[in-house]
């Protein structure tokens, strides 16, 4: 706050501010004098009666505690707050405010006279009473009294007025004092505000020691900074110009070079090469290739130095790298250390804040202190003056002696802060003393960091210059080098010159054959394709020729076939011996009776009773041939039926003796039946394109001379054979039902529907099924898609039932009708074929549903397989002698024409053979004479004469398979 500006509302007292005239102080002053005077004085007049008011002397002592507590001021100038300090001016208002009259009289200013002599009018207020008292103890001496009282009183009010005018006096000289004090005062503070202005001038001097500090400071930042940034601008300008200096330009211009040459290098060899390996297929002696291996050699040699130059150059790059790191991190310590110089700056900043903050406090309270003691000085002035004046004065001065004493302890109290506030300046002055020592160490360690900085940096520079310097020289021998070997390719290229326009030539020949080459190409593909044409219509015309040759051969073939089944006989018979079961091994009639030829395969031997009887058959199986041998023998028939023949395969035999698993067989072991499908099906598919063919399969069981439907859906519905309507003369069953197989798996659908019909109609189906005969009848169906011919042939294939003599097995009721029926269906089939082998005008296939049935297979051109089963054991000889008997009297028999045999069925007057002449029921008891004299061979021992036909027949048939017999024979 300057002296003289605006009214100090806060912190400055009052009675020190610019509102109130110097006068008015002056008068305060001398009201609170006058006041306290004039108290006593009414004390002293009112004899100690009358006394203040308690409120007003509280008051005044309140007004005193506040003027003069150093609480209340150093309070205010504590807080510094002044909005909410209490002044002193209000203070004063506020005690003025309590006491109006006090007021009135204070603020008369003892001018008005009326009011100043109301105070002895009203302090003498109580008079009357009091001349009353003095009237009521004494009159006449009181008179007196009164009068003396009066005169005192006249003396009091003229020494009154006397010294109301002295004190107006004294008010005058004291206004005068007041202003001259007040005009000192200006000067004073004027003089203040100098010395104000010269302690902040002081403080400005004593500032620029640290001013100058923060400045040097500063400066020196600043030339660090500059430092820095030149030592940056200079690791930049390094680092850019790490590829920039001369020598690293003359470097990178003799790299590029040492590049390009190297690529010339190349090229030239690469060149050379190829002249060499072009050169190498026409002169291999050529008398330069020594030189040329040499010179090979000698790239070969420069080129491995340049390698190891280059992994050289490569070494040395980390190094580059390494150092160039160390500048990095150099520089990134340089920045460090200029964080911390910024970081210390910003401290002494603060700290410089701080204490100018620290020290306008102690400028402000140094200047009230002096203010204070201005003020107190100026009481001290008042006391002495009054102490002049009066005895009033004299206690006036004594009070403000009181007062002073309380200033003087404001003053040690001031004095006290003041020295607080130098021991914070002077912390403050070590503050700044350690900063500064730290700014020192700051510096000390940024010098250090520069000249470590300056010795990397001449390190590196040094460095940068040697690596440039190798690189240079190493760089300049490269190149000599590579010239050297520049010049020596050169000339090589020179030597090589004459070879290689050798080649040229060479390979201007070659470029015209490839350019004329496209020409011959075409020219010669327009000749192979005419003559590819041509072979084609040549080879065209060969294969319709050979398709002609293969129908041909087709149809003779057939022919062939057809001759050769029917030189094997249109009715052959093989007997297939079954094996010894182990349950009856070790029976007493487990003995072993048969025997057979090694050398021949179709005569059978047979022990009986000491006598060795022979059987010629067409084929005669051991107990050890598989199925599959025996299909093999019979597949030739079953193909004759995809010609158009009918064809019968009938298993004859004992009960037992595996007629069932010849035809049938077992599931993984399966016999004709199963094979002679899947041959068809192989076959029909081999001539699908030619011909479509149609494979429908029947089932029929004859039990008891009964037919029955083993695939219609009721299979114990009776069946019947009738003559077809449509005038063919064939045989047809009416309600026979007919599946169409397309493959095996169909195949095996239709034996498991049969079979599982056959189970149905029966009640015990093995009993049953050995006394019935089963008959599966494939009918195969063609048509020629190119021609439009028609071929139809059936199979039958027949699994008869056993045969057995009633006799021997005792059979009675409805087994002995079973066997009646078996044995004259036998008999009836053995009537057939020996009417056949007579050829007989009659042969009574109606005897019996099963020759009934089977007139087709057994009638004309039609091939008769009958597979006769027997037993190998002891006792089971007079069946098998039986069997074999039978089988060589079918043997004996040709099948005649169909036209022949409908003739002879016609004509039925020839004579049918009967049961018993067949004997077919007890074939082993009374065998008939066989018609044949192949027959007769049976029973007897072998014989050459009795093998004749059968031997003559199988001879024929060889001759014919090699060709050296006409067909007609
Ligand atoms: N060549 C053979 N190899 C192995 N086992 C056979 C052979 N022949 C027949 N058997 C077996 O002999 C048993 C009887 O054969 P199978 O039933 O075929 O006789 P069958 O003549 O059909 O009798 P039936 O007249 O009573 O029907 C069967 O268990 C069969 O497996």
């Known amino acids: ?84 300090a209490p002044c002193l001016q209000e203070l004063w208002k506020k005690d003025i405010s309590l006491d109006a009259s006090s007021v009135d009289f204070l603020m008369s200013d003892g001018e008005d006279e009326g009011s100043f002599l109301s105070l002895p009018t009203a302090a003498f207020s ?109 690791v930049e300008r390094l680092r850019s110009e ?71 150059l ?41 204490q100018e903050e620290a020290e306008r406090k102690l400028s402000l309270r140094l200047r009230e202190c002096e203010e204070e003691l201005a003020r107190q000085a100026r009481v001290q002035y008042v006391t002495q003056t009054v102490e002049v004046d009066s005895a009033d004065s004299l206690r006036a001065m004594a009070e403000l002696q009181t007062k002073n004493a ?14 607080e506030l130098e021991n914070q300046l002077h912390e403050s002055q070590r503050t700044c003393a350690q900063l500064r020592t730290q700014i020192l160490v700051y510096e000390g360690e940024m010098e250090r960091a520069q000249g470590q900085l300056e010795v990397e940096m001449q390190n590196l520079e040094e460095e940068k210059n040697r690596v440039i310097e190798e690189a240079f020289v190493r760089a300049e ?96 018979v093989f007997c297939r011996v079954r094996p010894a079961s182990p349950e009856v091994q070790d029976s007493a009639d487990s003995k072993n009776m048969l025997s057979f030829d090694s050398e021949d395969d179709a005569v059978l031997y047979l022990s009986n009773k000491g006598k060795m009887m022979t059987f010629d058959l067409d084929r005669v199986f051991p107990p050890k041939a598989t199925q599959e041998e025996v299909f093999q023998e019979v597949q030739s028939l079953v193909t004759s039926c995809i010609d158009g023949f009918n064809v019968c395969i009938f298993a004859y035999g004992q009960t037992g003796s595996g007629k069932t698993f010849t035809m049938e067989g077992a599931v993984d072991n399966p016999g004709i039946n199963q094979r002679a499908l899947r041959l068809l099906f192989s076959e029909v598919t081999d001539k699908a394109p030619d011909w479509d063919y149609r494979i429908s399969v029947s089932m029929v069981e004859i039990y008891n001379e009964t037919l029955r439907n083993l695939l219609g859906e009721n299979p114990s519905d009776k069946l019947d054979i009738k003559m077809n309507p449509d005038g063919s003369g064939q045989l047809y069953v009416p309600g026979l039902t007919e599946i169409t197989v397309q493959s095996p798996e169909d195949i095996n659908r239709v034996f498991e529907l049969g079979f599982m019909n056959r189970a149905t ?131 004996s028999v040709e099948l005649m024409s169909s036209s022949s045999s409908r003739r002879h069925e016609n004509s039925s007057t020839s004579s049918s053979p009967t049961h018993d002449s067949v004997e077919l029921d007890s074939p082993p008891v009374t065998p008939l004479p066989l018609p044949i004299s192949r027959a007769s061979s049976a029973g007897s021992s072998l014989s050459s004469a009795s093998r004749t036909p059968s031997s003559s027949r199988r001879r024929s048939q060889s001759q014919l398979s090699t060709g050296r017999l006409k067909l007609t024979a």
């Open 1 to 84: 706050v300057e002296p003289g500006g605006p009214p100090g509302d806060g912190g400055v007292p009052e009675v020190w501010g610019t509102s109130r005239s110097g006068e008015d102080s002056v008068k305060v002053l001398d009201r609170r004098g006058l006041r306290s005077c004039r108290a006593e004085r009414k004390q002293r007049r009112g004899g100690g009666v009358r006394k203040l008011p308690d409120s007003r002397k509280r008051v005044q002592v309140q007004r005193s505690s506040t003027l003069h507590n150093p609480v209340v001021m150093f309070s205010t100038r504590k807080t510094w707050d002044l909005d909410h």
């Open 126 to 234: 109580h008079r009357p009473s009091l001349s009353t008292e003095l009237s009521e103890t004494n009159a006449p001496s009181q008179q007196q009294l009164i009068q003396a009282l009066q005169d005192k009183v006249c003396d009091f009010q003229a020494r009154l007025r006397s010294e109301e005018v002295s004190r107006h006096l004294l008010l005058q000289q004291l206004k005068e004092r007041s202003i001259r004090e007040e005009a000192c005062l200006q000067r004073r503070s004027e003089d203040r505000a100098q010395g104000v202005r010269v302690l902040q001038l002081s403080d400005r001097l004593r500032c620029p020691e640290e001013e100058q500090l923060v400045t040097r400071l500063h400066t020196q930042v600043e030339e660090l900074e500059e430092k820095l940034s030149d030592q940056t601008q200079v």
């Open 242 to 312: 790490l590829g920039a200096t001369d020598l690293e330009k003359q470097l990178e211009l003799l790299l590029v070079e040492n590049q390009r040459l190297k690529q010339e290098l190349k090229s030239c060899r690469s060149s050379e090469l190829q002249s060499l390996d072009a050169a190498a297929e026409n002169c291999s002696h050529c008398p330069h290739r020594q030189d040329v291996e040499s010179l090979q050699r000698q790239v070969s040699l420069w080129e491995n130095q340049a390698r190891q130059r280059e992994r050289r």
């Open 314 to 354: 490569a070494e040395l790059e980390p190094e580059l790298l390494e150092k160039t790191s160390r500048v990095e991190s150099l520089r990134r310590q340089l920045e460090e250390s200029r964080r911390q110089l910024e970081e210390s700056r910003r401290q002494l900043e603060e700290s410089r804040r701080r």
């Open 406 to 419: 309380g200033l003087q302890e404001q003053l040690c109290v001031q004095r006290t802060l003041l020295r």
């Open 477 to 572: 021998s490269e190149m000599k080098a590579v010239h050297e070997n520049l010049a020596g390719v050169r000339m090589n290229l020179l030597s090589l010159q004459p070879a290689l326009r050798t080649l040229t030539c060479d390979y201007n020949c070659l470029k015209r054959q490839v350019q004329e080459f496209p020409f011959m190409l075409d020219k010669a593909i327009t000749e192979a394709k005419q003559e590819i044409c041509q072979v084609i219509s040549e080879v065209s015309s060969t294969n319709q020729e050979l398709l002609c040759k293969y129908k041909r051969e087709m149809n003779l073939r057939k022919k062939c076939h057809n001759e050769l089944v029917r030189l094997k006989g249109n009715i052959r």
């Open 761 to 891: 109609a029966c009640t015990n189906l093995n009993e049953h099924s050995s006394r019935s005969h089963a008959l599966l009848i494939i009918t195969v169906s063609g048509v020629n898609s190119a021609t439009g011919n028609r071929t139809q042939g059936k199979l039958n294939l027949v699994d008869l039932a056993g045969s057995e003599r009633i006799g021997r097995s005792g059979a009675e009721g409805s087994r002995l009708r079973e066997a009646q029926c078996i044995n004259k269906s036998l008999s009836a089939l053995g009537d057939v074929i020996n009417a056949l082998r007579g050829r007989h005008a009659h042969v009574p296939f109606r005897n019996s549903r099963l020759t009934y049935l089977l007139q087709d297979s057994l009638n004309g051109d039609s091939k008769t397989l009958m597979m006769v089963q027997v037993s190998p054991l002891s006792g089971n000889m007079s069946e098998s002698i039986c069997s074999l008997k039978f089988a060589q009297r079918v043997r």
